[in-house]
């Protein structure tokens, strides 16, 4: 079993909509949580960090996290087409703070 | 630009040659990660610097990759004898680790893509 369940996409949304990006995760030691964004061909860009369970905001960008289910989620407001890109879903532990555990990531198209 | 940065973008070689990438990390960040990506996957963690100290090798790592941080400022991954399934994006990350709850967020450069004929 994968450390870290990502939904596979793609997603294709129209432009306005709320995009909604999950994982799950099977390590309990997992205690800090990272959103990245991707465009095809470039290097992860970091979109939200969170070591809490709740929800964080940041602009059009909710991370939700629920450390009893060990699940996060990603929510996008108000989508735009340059929203379109791959999300990848991250973890890590403090005990093992050097190194992050990904998912797979989820497409997303937003059509203008 | 003062993010990470990584050189070569692309390199393309045959089976069997040695490459050599570079990083230069975000010029305050005291740790640098080395990850590999490939097609459709998440960056899969490969080593990470402590200043120039090299802590943790993962087992992806095979004798064949070696990693430096000379002075604890750059860093270089090199790949000898080159195979197929060397063919990936190696991506370099930096972050700036301090106490507890804090410093955990790594910073991506744009990733090296290694092709292997």
Redesign the interface.
């Known amino acids: 079993q994968k450390e ?1 369940e ?1 939904d596979p996409g793609p997603l294709s949304v129209p432009e306005g909509a709320i995009v909604s990006l999950n994982c799950t995760y099977s390590n309990s030691a997992f205690q ?1 949580f ?1 959103w ?1 964004r991707q465009y095809s ?6 979109l939200m ?1 969170t ?1 809490s369970s709740g929800n964080k905001e940041d602009g059009r960008f909710t991370a939700q996290v629920d450390k009893s289910s060990k699940y996060i989620s990603l929510f996008i407001r108000d989508s735009q087409p340059s929203d379109s890109a791959t999300y ?1 879903c ?1 973890q ?1 532990s ?1 005990s093992n ?9 989820t497409t997303v198209t937003v059509r203008a | 630009d003062t993010g ?1 940065s ?1 050189d070569p973008r692309h390199k393309i070689t045959k089976r069997g040659q040695n490459v050599t990438f570079r990083c230069d990390p975000i010029s305050e960040h005291n ?1 640098l ?1 080395w990850y590999r990506q490939t097609l ?6 490969l080593t ?1 610097f ?1 200043n120039e100290a090299q ?2 090798k993962s087992r992806l790592l095979s004798d064949r990759f070696s990693a430096e941080r000379p002075k604890g400022s750059f860093s270089t991954l090199e790949i000898q004898r080159t195979e197929q399934g060397d063919s990936a ?1 190696y ?1 370099c990350a930096s972050s700036l ?1 301090q106490g ?2 804090r410093g ?8 090296t ?1 290694l092709t292997v004929t």
């Open positions: 870290v990502q800090y990272m990245y061909r470039k290097g992860p860009e970091l960090y070591y990848l991250s890590g403090w703070d050097y190194k992050l555990s990904f998912g797979a990531g | 990470v990584q740790r990660y459709g996957q998440g960056p899969e963690f990470y402590q802590l943790e994006m991506l680790a507890s709850g955990r967020e790594q910073y991506f450069g744009p990733g893509r």
